[in-house]
């Protein structure tokens, strides 16, 4: 069963901590994609990767890091640097950069 | 700078109504446009893609239609189900080869029975 899997589907950061989210696809993508999303400002592009072991940065990269050390998967940590990172959280992927995104099932991540 | 426009905010129509929801975009240099469809709390499914050079995409009820040069779309959903009931975005990919889709705020769809 193919698509994209993210986890945890709910998480909790106190201040100052680092947490990591976790996405995963079995789709043979090349590129993949982290979105944030909220209330009234629709989605924003975070960072993107369109192939292995490389990535960029998006429109609000800030106090953000990600990874690409396997084709399947593209870790998102929202750092403490991160003023606000309550949102909705969303990852994709394409089978190569100007194809068909595909989204997986979300990450909300609350600041207690 | 890209912008994407969607009107209107939110429509309820009765079941069995054909509606057509509207996108616009201010830059036309686009390479492609996708149509989703997102459902309260859950990720985005994807309904259709149009290539910059394609002018419409089908699948089942769903239309969508692309005029780049007036920067439009539309979203055409033949006779309405209350399944239907949803959030539908619209989203444009630039012209740099980055993948990178600008949203529009999205239209909130409501079918009654």
């Known amino acids: 069963d193919g698509g994209i899997t993210q986890s945890p589907k709910y998480l909790f950061r106190k201040e100052g901590q680092n947490v990591t989210l976790s996405c995963e696809q079995n789709?043979?993508?090349?590129?993949m994609y982290w979105y944030r999303q909220d209330p009234g400002q629709g989605l924003r592009l975070i960072y993107y990767?369109?192939?292995?072991?490389?990535?960029q940065k998006g429109d609000i990269a800030e106090g953000y890091s990600v990874s690409r050390e396997k084709k399947e998967s593209f870790p998102l940590t929202v750092t403490s640097a991160q003023k606000n990172p309550t949102a909705f959280y969303l990852c994709?992927?394409?089978?190569?950069?100007?194809?068909?995104?595909?989204f997986g099932p979300g990450t909300r991540l609350t600041v207690l | 700078k890209q912008e994407v426009t969607q009107i209107p905010a939110a429509l309820s129509v009765p079941e069995g109504e054909n509606l057509v929801l509207n996108c616009s975009f201010t830059?036309?240099?686009?390479?492609?446009l996708q149509w989703f469809r997102q459902d309260p709390g859950k990720g985005l499914t994807s309904l259709l893609l149009?290539?910059?050079?394609?002018r419409e995409q089908t699948s089942g009820r769903l239309n969508a239609s692309l005029d780049k040069s007036s920067g439009r779309s539309t979203l055409y959903i033949a006779a309405s189900q209350p399944g239907d009931s949803a959030t539908y975005l619209c989203?444009?990919?630039?012209?740099?080869?980055?993948?990178?889709?600008?949203f529009g705020q999205g239209t909130t769809l409501q079918v009654k029975p």
């Open positions: 994709a992927s394409s089978l190569r950069w100007d194809g068909e995104q595909f």
């Open positions: 789709l043979n993508h090349d590129a």
């Open positions: 990767s369109q192939i292995v072991n490389d990535f």
């Open positions: 830059d036309s240099a686009i390479y492609n």
């Open positions: 149009i290539q910059s050079s394609q």
């Open positions: 989203a444009v990919s630039g012209s740099s080869n980055t993948g990178k889709l600008i």
